[in-house]
């Protein structure tokens, strides 16, 4: 399923993949030379030396005028405050694990877990030999008849090729099953194909190859286990890249959804019968793997742009057999090398210059994983760090920005009453996951883990886990649906908000709120304008270029008329066009239409909240200022150019461009023509709203 991710959780993960891959730390950052300033009509004052010599006013550069003496203070490395969240949020949850007040049998067995994650001799004593067993039995396979024998065998516990969630087929309806690729060396198809095969930069390129040689430290260990020697140049390692993209680059469209025409979120999901999905493959095991892992008895099923099916099953070649036995091997141990010795890892992370995974580390970061326990550490830091008391206050926030929804559609006067009774019954519908999955956490009270001094193994342990896992899902197929697909895909902990259009839900996930997003004592200025800001623009999500191609229950029917629909366009278009003629990197403009899809979310999101600011009388100065601060970025101008693949605007842009649009802050500060803040009214971009 796509979902959108907060701007967070992209901009880190892009800026860590080009870091590494030139090898470029925020603790050993060259100097920057002095050169003339770039950027227009901004300086782009996220780029470290790339910062004016003083503020700007406040009405020509609201961003860099907010956020001037931070960015000054952070000329000789990567500064992004929402950095060391993810440290606070580790800190609290370990202090808590401490605790020995903390009982039950869920915190038993993560204590079993946690305890054989951090027995490293028991793990390099092991080694592979927990794994190697499915592997020589892959590797016997001397036919894709055996190999599929071995695929489909009960005491098979992996599906290297398949990820078969439980969640809902429509939001009015029950519990079905959705179908996707399981990665392995491809990280992410959720913005489509071109990802891996059409690079709309040279960096895409470097970033592409970078997933296959550099992001994943147990590559040249795993091959070596499977007896194959990895070339120095990385020939046999982009070749299973390769393989994998062959098929997984069908997931969705030949174009990024953001590229896409407008239909294309529509057009995604397949419902198909059990029958219907065993028509789209003649020799790849599909249906006799799904009996296995109890996912045959659902209402219906659910894949998105079934042609990755087909081309899976057009590789499934008998000529293809050794190419095939090497991919499953490796994605088997791929699945099953964090669990098992750190060795590796330690390897490659010293070769890196970073540290080596320790006793401290390596616990965290198994028992940190969605497949895990991530639901119960998210759980824990929900009810025990941040209290009931929160979780109402951004339930009371998210619904009043709802209602702030409403007025907005209201007085929209272009939309049509039928569009607009269909916008309203989206807000109706739409399901709220604050700080917990509509349907609930995992539930491990059941769960029964071996301990080490009872003959358990951490390996064992992990296919003991699975299998509890998969067992408790299945058992919600044919129930009444509930919106929590997408957070079975992420770790609660992580620092992440988003809506899923296939849901309708928007999901706030504990690990977001740290301390520079929820601080003590906050104002509500200080809540609404930074933290309330970012639910502002995941409510938007249901009505941008994407999330208005999909109904009130998740179902792929544009809630526009066709009328409407063109008329929305032409906004959104207006938005490309604005975006296009911004100057971002030395002879490099923003990509408007790429950027479409979170740009017109955030332009309806910053009108939501500051219109709410307003209506609550709240001082709409403190207020944008924190919305400013939301966004404070200083990065080396070579790692910025991964952000341009990233599908939300530089950080500086989505503070100046969207308030610039806003009347509201006009009215704050007192902008006026001849201001470099300044648009004339009729030229405001806007979506939603008079």
């Known amino acids: 399923m796509k979902h959108t991710k907060h701007w967070i959780t992209a901009l880190t993960a892009l800026v860590l993949a080009l870091m590494m891959t030139f090898g470029v730390f925020a603790e050993a ?155 392995s060396l491809t990280r992410d198809f959720s913005n489509g194909a071109n990802s891996y095969t059409e690079p709309a930069a040279d960096v895409a390129a470097l970033l592409q190859k970078s997933a296959a040689l550099d992001l994943f430290p147990y590559v040249s260990n795993v091959l070596a286990t499977l007896g194959v020697e990895p070339d120095k140049n990385g020939s046999t390692i982009l070749d299973l890249f390769n393989t994998e993209v062959s098929y997984v680059s069908k997931a969705y469209n030949e174009t990024t959804a953001s590229l896409a025409d407008y239909g294309y979120i529509s057009n995604a999901p397949h419902r198909l019968t059990l029958e219907e999905l065993d028509s789209l493959c003649s020799r790849f095991p599909l249906t006799a793997t799904m009996k296995k892992f109890g996912k045959d008895q659902a209402p219906g099923y659910i894949v998105l742009y079934p042609d990755w099916l087909k081309a899976l099953d057009a590789l499934w070649a008998e000529e293809n057999l050794d ?26 992370q010293a070769e890196s210059g970073k540290a080596s995974l320790d006793a401290t580390a390596n616990p965290w970061n198994v028992c940190n994983r969605s497949e895990t326990f991530g639901h119960l550490l998210g759980k824990l ?57 509509d349907g609930g956490y995992y539930d491990f009270s059941s769960l029964k883990l071996t301990p080490t001094s009872e003959g358990g193994t951490f390996f064992g342990n992990y296919l003991t886990l699975k299998a ?26 992580s620092v992440n908000c988003f809506y899923d259009p296939f849901s309708n839900s928007v999901n706030l996930l504990p690990g977001f709120m740290f ?145 610039q649009m806003v009347d509201e802050f006009y009215e704050a500060f007192d902008v006026r023509e001849g201001d470099g803040m300044y648009v004339k009214p009729e030229e405001r971009l806007k979506t939603w709203g008079k």
């Open 323 to 348: 190419k095939l036995k090497l991919l499953t091997g490796y994605k088997v141990l791929m699945e099953a090398a964090p669990f098992l010795s750190t060795d590796s890892v330690s390897e490659t």
């Open 29 to 183: 950052l060259p100097a920057a030379e002095p050169k003339e300033l770039f950027g227009s009509p901004w300086v782009n004052s996220m780029i470290i030396g790339n910062l004016p010599d003083a503020a700007p006013d406040l009405k020509d550069d609201f961003y860099a005028a907010v956020n001037y003496d931070a960015l000054a203070a952070n000329q000789s490395g990567l500064y992004m405050p929402i950095a060391g969240s993810g440290a606070e949020v580790e800190a609290a949850l370990r202090a808590l694990l401490q605790d020995d007040s903390l009982a039950g049998n869920e915190i038993t067995q993560l204590k079993i877990f946690w305890e054989q994650a951090a027995d490293l001799d028991a793990l390099r004593s092991a080694g592979y030999a927990p794994v190697t067993p499915y592997v020589d039995r892959i590797n016997a396979a001397a036919s894709l008849e055996e190999l599929n024998a071995v695929l489909t065998a009960e005491d098979f516990p992996f599906s290297p090729y398949l990820t078969m969630p439980v969640a809902p087929l429509a939001l009015d309806e029950e519990n079905g099953v959705w179908i996707y690729p399981a990665l």
């Open 381 to 437: 830091y929900a009810e025990k760090v941040l209290g009931n008391g929160l979780k109402e206050q951004l339930t009371t926030m998210t619904k009043e920005l709802i209602d702030t929804y409403r007025t907005l559609l209201n007085e929209t006067e272009w939309l049509s009453a039928e569009s607009r009774e269909k916008a309203m019954e989206k807000l109706d519908n739409m399901r709220l996951c604050v700080l917990e999955p």
């Open 515 to 659: 301390s520079y997003n929820c601080p003590k004592d906050a104002t509500e200025e200080q809540m609404l304008g930074g933290l309330g800001t970012v639910i502002a623009h995941e409510l938007s999500h249901a009505f941008d270029y994407a999330g208005s191609q999909c109904d009130a229950y998740g179902r792929g029917i544009a809630f526009l008329t066709e009328a409407d629909r063109e008329t929305f366009l032409g906004k959104v278009k207006a938005v490309e066009d604005y975006y296009n003629a911004i100057t971002v990197l030395p002879g490099v403009n923003c990509n408007g239409t790429f950027l479409r899809v979170e740009n017109t979310a955030d332009l309806a999101g910053i009108k939501a909240a500051a219109l709410l600011a307003k209506t609550k009388g709240l001082d709409l100065q403190a207020f944008f200022r924190e919305n400013a601060k939301l966004y404070a970025t200083a990065v080396p101008e070579a790692v910025s150019a991964a952000l341009l693949n990233d599908t939300h605007a530089f950080p500086y842009l989505r503070v100046n461009v969207n308030l």
């Open 468 to 493: 509890y896992l998969n067992e408790q899902e299945n058992s919600y197929i044919g129930k009444p649906a509930k919106a929590d697909l997408a957070w079975k895909a992420v770790n609660p902990t």
